[in-house]
């Protein structure tokens, strides 16, 4: 049996909040930056909940979490986010699986196309994506923060 053989993906609920907040601390980066976070993972979580909190899964193995992902449908496009897998726990097929299981949901609402977006820096996770089928469409990804930690 393999580690990913023996996790279950399920719909996140509040009491996994810590454990997912620290796993996102050792995720990304941008939750700790040098003392000026530029997201906070409790306001992440909350606006979550407040937007089709169905589409937020968390990996869990031996009863602790290891794996998190978010998606969204505004019924044009799914979007996914947070992907995220517990360092220990990389390169056994738990990000595979997190991102299949978000995307089962969101083919079940009708969804026909996904999106996500990668800091170009990244070349690892563009790799990860492109193993699963995703490949960079000719667009430019505008964006603007609106409010503070947004």
């Known amino acids: 049996m393999t580690a990913a053989s023996s996790l279950s993906i399920r719909c996140f609920e509040a009491a996994d909040t810590d454990a997912v907040v620290a796993l996102w601390l050792d995720a990304f980066p941008e939750y700790k930056d040098a003392g000026k976070p530029q997201r906070n993972p409790h306001l992440s979580i909350a606006n ?22 978010m998606a969204g ?10 992907l995220a897998v517990d360092p220990t726990q990389r390169r056994r097929g738990i990000g595979t699986r997190l991102v299949r ?27 990860f994506y492109e193993s699963l089928g995703y490949h960079a469409d000719d667009v430019i990804s505008l964006g603007k923060r609106l409010g503070a930690l947004a």
């Open 73 to 82: 449908y505004d019924g044009h496009r799914g979007w996914l986010y947070s």
């Open 48 to 69: 979550k909940l407040a937007t089709q909190p169905e589409l937020f899964f968390v990996a869990v193995k031996d009863a602790s979490i290891v794996g998190t992902v």
């Open 101 to 127: 299981h978000a995307e089962a949901a969101l083919t079940a609402r009708g969804c026909p196309k996904v999106n996500l977006q990668v800091l170009s820096a990244k070349a690892d996770v563009r790799a």
